[in-house]
């Protein structure tokens, strides 16, 4: 298959995938995982390495909370020792919703992830963000991934509008 029409099969593909996803979750039905949000990262931004598969968030050290209401799917603590691990993502925790939607929160302080739970409402803390794993600052990586599209989602879609108020 040309290079030409394997690009637009992927795009076509995201674009789908996106579609489902936002008949699953209406647009902005998230609420921001954290309260002080400068987006520094976002969805599909080339990383040199690797694209971004979510949005990366900075505003320093705060506190992080489920966008929704899940279930924990996973969970580690850099300062765990767990050499089989990838250690890119550092300190992260993913959690499964109701909707077949995964969401992960990665880059966390380690050791702030604070006792085992098997769910999580949206008023409860996951972490702190952090500089855990590649990350050059203290950020949140938050991504979504749709079980039933099998693909990533682009955060931006779900969550609330973020006014620029930054100027050039």
């Known amino acids: 298959m040309p ?3 394997r690009v637009y099969t992927a795009r076509l593909v995201v674009v789908v995938a996106a579609i489902f996803a936002l008949a699953v979750i209406p ?12 987006l520094t990262g976002t969805f599909g931004e080339d990383m040199g390495d690797h694209f971004l598969n979510g949005i990366d ?3 320093g050290s705060q506190e992080v909370h489920p966008v929704l209401p899940g279930e924990l799917v996973f969970r580690f603590d850099e300062a765990s020792d767990y050499s089989s691990l990838p250690r890119g993502l550092g300190t992260f925790v993913v959690l ?7 969401s992960e929160y990665a880059h966390m302080q380690s050791g702030t992830l604070g006792p085992i739970k098997e769910s999580y409402q949206t008023s409860e803390r996951i972490g702190f963000a952090g500089e855990s794993g590649h990350a050059q600052s203290p950020q949140l990586q938050f991504a ?3 079980e039933e599209a099998g693909s990533m989602v682009n955060p931006l879609a779900l969550l609330p509008i973020l006014p620029d108020t930054q100027p050039p």
């Open 96 to 102: 499964r919703h109701g909707q077949d939607v995964l």
């Open 27 to 38: 647009c902005h039905a998230l609420d921001w995982p954290v309260v002080d949000r400068v």
């Open 144 to 146: 979504l991934y749709d």
């Open 3 to 5: 290079l030409v029409t």
């Open 57 to 59: 968030i900075g505003g």
